[in-house]
């Protein structure tokens, strides 16, 4: 994959300063002009940024020396970037109350009343083909490394919690077997809809908040003080699948889309109603009953979770009811 | 793996089993096992037996109302 387009001008200097040798320096007034934008989940130029600051730590870019990942002048715009995202994300989302009760039910509690737009039922009953294409496009950027943020928790937890995360992510990675890795049942998904599978094709048209319900997770993936908050996230994110994966299946056989593209969701009926039970219980039970400081941190990162698919998902449905087919803006 | 299989009932949910080559159903028909751990369906309300698809899930917030 290449740099993708810039969207604006602190993307356009950072990713120049990418490519070019030399120290990695973009100007501090852009810096702080980005950090001011007045909707940060909305701001295309601030989301790329960070969502090309975290890729180095994936797969990398092939114009970008990798190098780069530890480049302290990288990691020092990183950080900026992503203390207002954090903040943004602080503000928007207070951390709920923890209180006596067993902690798996309060977790399921604070994800079961998140509320979110109707994305799913509109996949599942009324998006015509065009639109369930563009949501498999904008899907694409994080099903193509599914679960690897997830992954970068694993040497910070211990004890039962490792244990579960393990059997998760196995699950997850194929259990042993390359062709069911669920990155590239995605793959096949996008090849057999006629869509490009290669990894970040489609990273040109993934507006603002769908960049940044993906760097909520390398945020909460890469930084052990969050560790607690990213097996929330995982909890969230594997709770919210099953029933919804098995209405977009419906939805891609219903507008006549091959077999192989519903075939990922529904891999995902089976799998998620178990990673569920094993995140909420065996991962984020065990976490906290080991570390109960970590319980409000846990439910932060699954409201987080739900919050920002939620704002993604009200652009998406806000594109469509204007009647367009949005690209970046 | 010890050998052992171990079954954890999940309250409202489905039987997490871990350890299984195979769970026969009802009629007798062996469903192989290829996850480490297999949610199995409590509820007998699943459209795919028997492995769970969250549909207690629906039957439960039918019950509460």
Redesign the interface.
Known sequence: MRLPTPRGPLSEAAFSALTSPGTFEVSHPLVEQARAAADVLHCDDLQLTLWVAYELHYRGFDDVGDEREWDPDVLRLRRDLEEVFEAELRQRVPTPSVDERDFPTQLREVIETAAGPPLVPHLHRHADRAQLLQFLRQRSLYHLKESDPHAFVVPRVDGRAKVALA?LL??EFG?GRPEALHSKLFADALSGAGLDPGYGAYVDETPATTLAVNNLMSLLGLHRRLRGAALGHLAAFETTS??PC?KIAAGLERVGLPDVVAAYFHEH??????H???AL?DICGSLVADQPALAGDVLFGAAACLALDAVAAEDLLATWAAGGLGAAS | MSGEVRV?L?PG??L?VRGADVVRDTDGVEHPV??????VCACGKT??PP????TH??VSRAERR
């Open positions: 059997e196995y699950d259990s099953s029933v098995r009926v089976e799998a998620d109603a178990v569920e039970q094993v219980r | 954890e999940c949910g489905p997490l290829t996850r480490p751990v297999v949610a459209s795919r492995w769970c698809d969250s899930k629906a």
